[in-house]
């Protein structure tokens, strides 16, 4: 059984791809629990030298991952080539972090004994990775479990298996058999993993699919990060740049992104400029030469419906241009509506494509009751000249990544996470490491002879 790959860029038929079933699956995640007792029984520091080998074997096959992203999701090269430089630092960091880690309170808490913690992988963790960052998100989830001493069975998104599975087979090489399996294929193989013998899920994809992930893992560990719906609060005394900024965030990846902006919200007395300044960014920003295609039929339908039942009565639309050979590609132009209720489909509803809604708000409370007046929480940022009005709000916005004067800016070292409808978990800093641990406590009485 296989499922037919096509190339967002042309809408090409570009390949196949096999599809995982409960044979492969069972077999998948019985070698990665047999490889976990040599992966777990190495020193951080051997498990360290091993993640570095990977992270030099993703570099020294930059151009192989960057053509496989570009094919499965048709981002253009000036992005896939950054995303694959972070996938290789993530595995650097996550080495450095596991040799790094600190204990909590240990020694003599109690009289005449001696108490320490000993954090322990869990064993064998499912990963579902979507279509929208194949490489980076797996790394996001990845790294981290195995730094932990974890083995890892990943299933990529339907339409994007090719990067994962190229990782898998420098995983091979770097870490040893198994110690890193891919099983790739449809809806039901995710399933089929998440209601396997693995000991914990990590999944990112959409609230609807994290609700069955949870109720299919039963009791075992989950983290979830199940998208977002962004704020921007932009007031007066936004900085000159805040609309290009805005625009380039909500088109990085054809807005594909869970933490991207989404929706713009400003006071009356600056809504019409806010509106004129980001339809104006918007038409500098075109698909085709500064960001890529939707990635796939389903998703593009589900936009083009957002976009219909949306009652705005402005929309500002760009151009689209596509090279030689791809005028059949899932384009679609990066677009800005205004004047639109604040029930309207685009506000309420994760969008995920190149689309900014502007709203606005009588003052700084209503804005801030706008922004968090949808059930994802996220990512959110603010937009002030004034640094103590925006570090205020930003602290005052449910999102579990705020920003000030930026939008999209992310480092290894910075935990992300949603809340609310968004998920729960940690991806990225130490703290992850944790979502991949289990903490044991160890006391000793101390017995005296003679």
């Keep these: 059984m296989k499922t037919t790959l096509v190339d967002p860029r042309t809408g090409a038929v570009r390949g196949t791809s096999p599809i995982a079933r409960e044979s492969e699956v069972r077999s998948a995640v019985a070698a990665a629990r047999a490889a976990w007792p040599g992966w777990r029984g190495r020193t ?110 990943a299933k990529p998104a339907e339409t994007t298996p090719d990067t994962l599975e190229l990782l898998a087979e420098h995983a091979a090489e770097a870490l040893g058999p198994a110690v890193l399996t891919v099983v790739p294929g449809d809806r039901r193989t995710g399933r089929l993993l998440v209601e396997s013998g693995v000991d914990m899920v990590a999944f990112t994809g959409s609230a609807a699919a994290g609700a069955d992930v949870a109720a299919r893992a039963g009791g075992r560990r989950v983290s979830l990060e ?127 494509g190149p689309l900014l809604t502007v709203q606005s708000a009588a003052g700084v409370e209503a804005a801030v009751a706008l922004a968090n007046g949808v059930p994802q929480a996220l990512a959110a940022s603010v937009w002030t000249r004034d640094l103590s009005t925006g570090l205020d709000l930003a602290a005052r916005l449910d999102a579990g990544e705020a920003w000030i004067n930026c939008h999209l800016v992310q480092t290894a070292e910075l935990p992300h996470g949603g809340r609310g409808a968004s998920g729960h978990g940690t991806d990225l800093s130490t703290l992850a490491l944790h979502e991949y641990q289990r903490p044991k406590t160890v006391t000793a009485r101390l017995v005296r002879e003679g």
């Design 44 to 153: 951080p520091r051997e498990r360290a030298r091993a993640l570095e080998r990977l992270a030099a074997l993703v570099e020294a096959n930059t151009a192989a991952y960057v053509a496989r992203e570009a094919a499965g999701t048709g981002k253009p090269d000036s992005e896939t080539t950054g995303e694959v430089e972070q996938v290789a630092d993530l595995f650097r960091f996550y080495a450095s972090a596991v040799r790094a880690q600190s204990a909590p309170a240990a020694g003599r808490l109690v009289d005449g004994h001696e108490s320490w913690v000993r954090f322990e992988p869990l064993g064998v963790v499912g990963v579902v990775v979507p279509w929208n960052y194949p490489l980076m998100m797996a790394a996001w989830r990845c790294a981290p479990a195995l730094a932990a001493g974890n083995t890892v069975v």
């Design 226 to 352: 199940l998208g977002g719906n962004s704020p921007a609060l932009v007031l007066p005394d936004a900085p000159d740049d805040t609309w290009t900024r805005l625009v380039r965030a909500c088109t990085y990846n054809a807005g594909q992104s869970c933490a991207a902006p989404a929706r713009v919200i400003t006071l009356r007395e600056n809504y019409e400029r806010t509106v004129e300044n980001l339809a104006a960014a918007a038409r500098e920003c075109l698909a085709g030469r500064d960001f890529g295609p939707l990635n796939n039929a389903g998703q593009l339908a589900r936009y083009d419906d957002i976009v219909e039942r949306s009652a705005a009565r402005r929309h500002f639309v760009a151009d689209i241009a596509p090279r030689a050979g791809e005028e059949h590609g899932l384009w679609r132009p990066a677009r800005i509506l205004a004047d639109l209720p604040d029930d309207d489909p685009a506000v309420v509803e994760e969008v995920f």
